[in-house]
Each structure stands twice: as structure tokens, then as C-alpha cells.
């Protein structure tokens, strides 16, 4: 029972850090880009043509870059993404997770930053505040060789609960190309596509029409290791937490032995009375299955209701003890998410009740071979 629920419980919370990831880191980042030898002279060309593709569901240009963000007397690395909002919100999660402000509020010329919860708490950092940007370029000007900096104004503050929220940071396009110097020219094309395990090959497709060279990328380049490490921890887990119910069926074998050492007798009478031996085989596999039955089902349900519910005790437990167990400055998201899959409770069910019928079957053999005769000699 203990073993069936425990596993139902961690794999439920195994998939709903796979969702959450994929919902909020991908959500963020593109599922794909297409990037030109240099700078995308015509994007609105290439736009155009990808969004044709009928597995493409949004595209939009981009300008990106890493730089540092000063303000609040500290320093901190960050991402630049330069983006048109009206376009933006169709590839992207951001307008739904803004806590203050909106993509509206980056306007051409105005140098308006949108930043991520973490940032602006560990810089200090509110509406309307100031930061100065700072990129690893420097100019070369009468006074010497200094680096290009810019002053922005905070516009928003989002926050999707991950990583994202510490060094990701949206401007808009044409600012980003003032201060990137690309001309006016986006770097790349960023896609929504229907399907994210189908990223790669969709952008593959959308780029052989068009016209130059093109640099593809998609999202299993830039953060598929890390789905990969998720779906091989939820294998292993599952694996070695299966070998708890295993133990469990162990136990099954070892209580089934003690019943039929303790009632040796008993089955011998049966025995002279006329019962076969696939009788007597019979009763102990009932009883065994019974034990193994019972205990899954329970489990099931346990786990089941585990997992609808380990969100809520989670957070329940985090405000009664003052104390946050999951950090969204260590780990990818602040809260323990949770998606059960009833595959899942398939698998884990029928697993333990085939090791549970399978724990009955020596035992049930080595009481149907107990000989009447030697069994009562003594008694």
C-alpha cells in the first residue's frame, strides 16, 4: 500500500515539474529560431514566409545580446531581448505572467525595460527606476576606449516563477538595434510551433523556402538536456521506488511461508478429509492475492489523492512553517507542481498487483506439497 502510493505521488510530481518546465521555460525562450548569415536585412520578408508553413503557429523578429544591468548599487548579468511588442505576445507567455506593467509600455525611443521579479528584487529595482545597461563592446571615442552604455527606465515586472525571472530582460526591437548597432536589421525569426517535440524539423522545413542562408536553431539545442535529465530522473525514480513494492511482495512470501509452517497440520487434515493439492494451492493464493489486492488498490487511492493534493499541502506546510522549500534562485520554479497521468497509475497498479499474485505462488506450492502422513506423525 505504502510502496503503490509513494510511487503514484513521486511520479505525479516528476511529470509536474516536466509540465511546469515545459510550459514556462518554453514558453519563454523560442521553440525555434531562424538566423541569417549577419542581420535579417528584410524579417518581415522571412516572417511572412515562415508563418505560411501550416505547422507554425506565430513568428517574430528578435534582437538578443548579453550584457550587465547596474542599479541599486549592484550588478547583475542579463539577457537582452530586443522585441516588437504587438508580435511578441503571440510566440510568447510573458503578458501573462506580468506583475506590473505590460508590453504595450516599451515604446521606440522611449528605452523602456521590462524586467523579471527576481532582478528587481535583488537590484532594488521598481517602476520607473533607472538602470544603466552596459554591453561587453567597447567604443572607441576621443576621451579613450570606453564601454557602450545606455540608460533605461523599468516599464514592467514579470515573473513566471523560474530562472527566467533573474537575468531575462525585454526592450524594444528598435531600441535594441540602436544599441547593438545591427542597422536596424533583427537578428532572427523566433517560432511558435504546434508541436514542441516536432520544433526542429518544422523550422528545417520552414527555412528551405526561403531565399540566403539561414542558421537553424531550436529549443532541444539550447535546453534539451535538461528535459532529457528530467525524463531519465522520473525513469530512474520510478525504477527504484518500484523496488519498494517488490519488497513488499517479498513480505507477501514470507507471511504466506509462516502461515503454512503454522498450519502444517491444519492443511494435513484437509488433506485426509479429500482436499487435492491445487485445492490447498488455491486457498493460499486466494488469501495471498486478497493481501495484494487490497493493499493496491488502497495505495492507488492513496496516491491519487496524494497527488491531486501535495500542491496545496506543500504550500499549506510552507506558510505554517515560515520557511520556502523550493527557491526560485536555486531551483527552476518556486512551488512543487504536480500532473497526474493516469498511464502512470496503470502501470504502478498492474505492477503491483502482478508481483503481489506472483509472491503467492511458492508459498501456495510448498503447501500443497505437504504429505499428510509425515505432517501428523507427530501430533
Avoid at 542558421?215 to 528530467?230: E, M, P, V
Avoid at 488433506?271 to 495471498?288: L, S, V
Avoid at 497498479?349 to 502482478?354: N, T, V
Amino acid at each position: 500500500m505504502l510502496g503503490v502510493a509513494v510511487l503514484i505521488i513521486v511520479l505525479s510530481v516528476m511529470n509536474g515539474f516536466d509540465r511546469e518546465l515545459k510550459q514556462r521555460i518554453l514558453g519563454m525562450v523560442p521553440h525555434a529560431v531562424i538566423q541569417g548569415a549577419d542581420q535579417l536585412r528584410d524579417w518581415e520578408t522571412v516572417d511572412a514566409k515562415v508563418e505560411e508553413h501550416p505547422r507554425v503557429l506565430a513568428a517574430a523578429p528578435f534582437i538578443q545580446g548579453q550584457g550587465m544591468v547596474t542599479g541599486g548599487g549592484d550588478v547583475r548579468g542579463v539577457m537582452l531581448n530586443g522585441v516588437l511588442p504587438e508580435q511578441e505576445r503571440s510566440v510568447s507567455i510573458i503578458e501573462n505572467h506580468m506583475l506590473e506593467g505590460s508590453l504595450d509600455d516599451l515604446k521606440s525611443g522611449e528605452f523602456g525595460m521590462i524586467i523579471g521579479r527576481l532582478m528587481a528584487s535583488s537590484l532594488r529595482l521598481q517602476i520607473g527606476d533607472k538602470v544603466t545597461v552596459v554591453l561587453p563592446e567597447a567604443s572607441v571615442t576621443p576621451a579613450g576606449v570606453l564601454p557602450r552604455l545606455k540608460r533605461f527606465t523599468v516599464k514592467g515586472i514579470f515573473s513566471v516563477g523560474a530562472e527566467l525571472d533573474g537575468n531575462y530582460t525585454l526592450i524594444h526591437m528598435d531600441d535594441a538595434a540602436k544599441l547593438m548597432r545591427t542597422g536596424g536589421r533583427a537578428q532572427g525569426v523566433r517560432l511558435l510551433v504546434d508541436d514542441l517535440f516536432a520544433a526542429p524539423k518544422v523550422a528545417e522545413q520552414a527555412a528551405r523556402g526561403l531565399d540566403g542562408r539561414y542558421y537553424i536553431s531550436d529549443w532541444t539545442r539550447t535546453h534539451g538536456n535538461l528535459f532529457q535529465a528530467i525524463r531519465m530522473e522520473k525513469t530512474m525514480i520510478g525504477l527504484l521506488l518500484m523496488f519498494i513494492v517488490a519488497v513488499a511482495a517479498f513480505n507477501i512470501v514470507s507471511t504466506l511461508v509462516m502461515v503454512v509452517t503454522d498450519k502444517t497440520a491444519d492443511i494435513a487434515i484437509l488433506r485426509t478429509m479429500g482436499a487435492t493439492p491445487g485445492r490447498i494451492m488455491r486457498i493460499f493464493i486466494i488469501q495471498g492475492g486478497v493481501i495484494g489486492i487490497f493493499g493496491t488498490l488502497v495505495g492507488t487511492a492513496l496516491g491519487v489523492v496524494g497527488a491531486l493534493n501535495i500542491s496545496a499541502f506543500i504550500s499549506w506546510l510552507e506558510a505554517a512553517l515560515g520557511h520556502q522549500f523550493l527557491s526560485a534562485d536555486v531551483y527552476f520554479i518556486s512551488y512543487l507542481p504536480s500532473q497526474l497521468q493516469w498511464q502512470d497509475v496503470a502501470i504502478i497498479s498492474g505492477a503491483g498487483l502482478a508481483m503481489s499474485l506472483l509472491a503467492t505462488i511458492y508459498p501456495a506450492w510448498r503447501a500443497s506439497r505437504i504429505d499428510p502422513a509425515e505432517a501428523l506423525r507427530y501430533e
